[in-house]
Every structure is written in C-alpha cells, then in structure tokens.
C-alpha cells in the first residue's frame, strides 16, 4: 500500500520569494509522483509528473520537483512565487504495477499564500 | 476537446434523499475514477471503473453509494438517503488506456445535505 505525507498543511510566503513544498511518499512497489494544483471552488490541474528518467521535472508556469528514490521525496519548487500561485497544492502517488488500478493516493494538501 | 465534464457543479440534498453525480470523461477516455473531498481534506479514492465494469471498489462505503459507467452515457455516482456528513466535493478523473497517463479531473460537483 501506499501513502503520501505533505508535512506543511499552510505555506505562507513573500511574492517573488523561493518556496518549497515538502512531500514525502512510502510505497513497497515504484510509483509515478504527480503535483497537482486546486484554485478554489475549482477541480485539480495537474501541474508535474514524474514517470521515470530524468528525476528533475519541470512545469511550464516555473515549478520544478525532484525524485528522490533514497529519501522517498518529491518535493515542489519555485524560485520565485507569484500571488497569482496562491492555492492548494497536493502530491500524489499511483502504483506502477501493471496489474494495479493507478488510482491516486493523495497528501492532504498545502496551502499556498503569496503574501504582497 | 473538452475536458472532463461534470453535472450538476452545485447539488442540495435534504437528509433522506438520493443524490446522482454525473461525470462525463474526455473524449477517448474509457477509464474513470471518482474521488471524494470532504472540507478541508485531501481526496480520498471512492471507485475505478471502465465501461460497464466495476473495477475497484475498495474506498467505496459499503451502504448507500453506488457508480456505474454505462456503455452509453456518462458515469454516475449515486447516494441513497444522504446523510450531512456526505457533504462533500466529489471530483471524476478520467484516464486514457496507457496506464503511466496522469488522470484529467473535472471540477467537481459539491454536495450540501441539510
């Protein structure tokens, strides 16, 4: 079985100020690692995902996470936050297994507020 | 091509009654999940399905919720007799058949039982 942990249930930071977002699975099987983004009253966009290869991933809007494989981590990262990044941030986790479902675990989330 | 599709966004219940969610997947989509949002959590899994098959169950209560996923026609998420605390976001995602594919969620529909 799986589980995800995301340890900061609210972030607040400074606009333009780095953040990073902690998420740390467990898994006895490989798994594929996905960051998701829920403005409010809104369903979830995903933002990253982690298959396999190159364990830097990239999103298009400036966030970034690492695969870690040895500290079971895939943290979310932005050099630079916007107010406009305000918003609930969740990790997830799927199992790889070719007979599985695929179906998520989520961390409960992280809120993100920008401050000005 | 649209995005997943849900109806209706916003659906009041009083205590007793049913409520049915319906979930529309993207074009091309035959797998889909629903998960469950209560206030101020994480989603939990409720149920897998592909066409005309209950695949898994396992976060689904076991009185009172059902889900098909028809041949024809979008899924649907029923709850019998609701209770308050069935008050919740209830989201649908839908895959496609590669199985590394990232599921597309629909915005949810929000349930208020009173």
């Known amino acids: 079985a799986q589980s995800v942990t995301q340890l900061d249930s609210q972030v607040p930071v400074f606009e333009e100020a780095p953040v990073e977002l902690r998420c740390n699975y467990s898994?006895?099987?490989?798994?594929?690692l996905f960051w998701y983004v829920q403005y409010p009253n809104q369903g979830l966009q995903l933002l990253l995902k982690?298959?396999?290869?190159?364990?830097l991933v990239e999103s298009i809007n400036g966030f970034e996470a690492e695969f870690n494989k040895s500290q079971t981590s895939f943290h979310l990262r932005k050099p630079s936050v916007h107010i406009s990044d305000t918003a609930e941030y969740f990790c997830a986790v799927s199992a790889t297994s070719t007979s599985g479902t695929y179906k998520y675990i989520f961390g409960t989330g992280t809120r993100l507020k920008v401050l000005a | 091509n649209a995005g997943v599709m849900q109806n209706p966004r916003h659906l009041v219940r009083r205590r007793g009654q049913e409520a049915r969610l319906r979930c529309s997947p993207m074009?091309?989509?035959?797998?889909v999940y629903w998960y469950r949002q209560l206030p101020e959590e994480g989603l939990k899994f409720m149920v897998y399905l592909q066409k005309e098959n209950i695949i898994d169950e396992s976060g689904m209560p076991k009185e009172r919720f059902s889900a098909e996923f028809p041949k024809e026609g979008p899924s649907i998420l029923r709850i019998q007799q609701v209770v308050r605390g069935d008050s919740a976001a209830y989201f649908c995602?839908?895959?496609?058949?590669?199985?590394?594919?990232?599921?597309?969620f629909g915005p949810g529909t929000r349930l208020t039982v009173t």
């Open positions: 898994s006895s099987v490989s798994v594929y």
């Open positions: 982690y298959l396999s290869g190159s364990t």
């Open positions: 074009k091309g989509h035959s797998h």
């Open positions: 995602a839908s895959r496609t058949e590669l199985k590394s594919s990232e599921q597309y």
